[in-house]
């Protein structure tokens, strides 16, 4: 089963965004400014939504745990995930070390999980069910008798850096700055 666990809050404010961002453009054109610099701000602050607050979230799958956030995307074999703590939020803990996840930073965090093919919506979650439902796939470590096995197949842990999204960030903000100062 596919699970994607969400930050509905985070989501709304991006639609509010959206809205924010289409309705800056007629205003910005009644205004009598120069119209090739009214959309900028607009796409800025679309893009700024997309990025940081519709698109992050955690996919749980039967083969690995996925964590999209603002800069990149982890994807971890269930065998490597040692612990989720919940103290400030959700963190995963693997033997790369804590990762913190973007959508659940507070321990207050109000979350859903949509599971692929059940019908009906979204469960609600505060973040001790989240991170037990995070949990609930991670196998029990393997009790070793005797010394360690001659081979041993690797448990991959990908880091996919959102470059495009990182250098969007940086020249969207340029000009949107450059355009709200001719505005």
Same mark, same amino acid.
Request: hydrophobic content about 50%; charged content about 15%.
């Given at each position: 089963?596919?699970?994607?666990?969400?930050?509905?809050?985070?989501?709304?404010?991006?639609?509010?965004?959206?809205?924010?961002?289409?309705?800056?453009?007629?205003?910005?054109?009644?205004?009598?400014?120069?119209?090739?610099?009214?959309?900028?701000?607009? *796409?800025?602050?679309?893009?700024? $939504?997309?990025?940081?607050?519709?698109?992050?979230?955690?996919?749980?799958? !039967? /083969? #690995? =745990?996925?964590?999209?956030?603002?800069?990149?995307?982890?994807?971890?074999?269930?065998?490597?995930?040692?612990?989720?703590?919940?103290?400030?939020?959700?963190?995963?803990?693997?033997?790369?070390?804590?990762?913190?996840?973007? *959508?659940?930073?507070?321990?207050? $965090?109000?979350?859903?999980?949509?599971?692929?093919?059940?019908?009906?919506? !979204? /469960? #609600? =979650?505060?973040?001790?069910?989240?991170?037990?439902?995070?949990?609930?796939?991670?196998?029990?470590?393997?009790?070793?008798?005797?010394?360690?096995?001659?081979?041993?197949?690797?448990?991959?842990?990908?880091?996919?850096?959102?470059?495009?999204?990182?250098?969007?960030?940086?020249?969207?903000?340029?000009?949107?700055?450059?355009?709200?100062?001719?505005?």
């Amino acid at each position: 089963m596919h699970t994607t666990i969400v930050a509905p809050g985070l989501r709304r404010l991006a639609l509010v965004l959206w809205v924010v961002a289409v309705a800056l453009v007629p205003l910005a054109l009644l205004g009598g400014s120069n119209p090739w610099l009214v959309p900028v701000p607009s *796409i800025c602050i679309a893009f700024v $939504a997309w990025a940081a607050l519709w698109r992050p979230r955690i996919e749980l799958t !039967p /083969d #690995h =745990l996925r964590i999209v956030d603002v800069r990149r995307t982890s994807t971890y074999t269930w065998s490597r995930v040692t612990e989720v703590r919940i103290k400030y939020g959700i963190e995963v803990v693997s033997s790369e070390g804590v990762r913190r996840v973007w *959508i659940a930073t507070r321990p207050t $965090a109000r979350l859903t999980a949509q599971v692929q093919g059940r019908p009906g919506g !979204p /469960d #609600h =979650l505060d973040v001790d069910a989240a991170a037990a439902l995070v949990l609930a796939p991670v196998p029990a470590p393997a009790p070793q008798d005797g010394p360690p096995p001659a081979t041993v197949v690797a448990a991959p842990i990908t880091h996919r850096v959102h470059g495009w999204t990182i250098l969007a960030f940086v020249v969207l903000g340029i000009a949107a700055s450059l355009a709200a100062a001719r505005l």
